[in-house]
């Protein structure tokens, strides 16, 4: 009795392995955060220097 007692756990603990590894799968692919929609810095002043801006024509 004591074998299969054995045998159940180390079943039960393959298969709690084998379920945290999808659960945790699944819950890194549908993660929702998405650094592009977050604010950003734009360029900077070095940066500017080195691209002047054209003015546009207004109309």
Request: proline fraction near 8%; charge should be positive; glycine fraction near 8%.
């Amino acid at each position: 009795m004591l074998s299969l007692l054995s045998s159940w756990t180390l079943l039960r603990r393959g298969l709690n392995a084998i379920t945290t590894g999808w659960q945790n799968l699944i819950a890194r692919m549908r993660d929702p955060y998405r650094p592009e929609l977050h604010y950003m810095r734009g360029p900077g002043p070095k940066w500017r220097a080195k691209h002047p801006v054209h003015a546009a024509s207004a109309g």
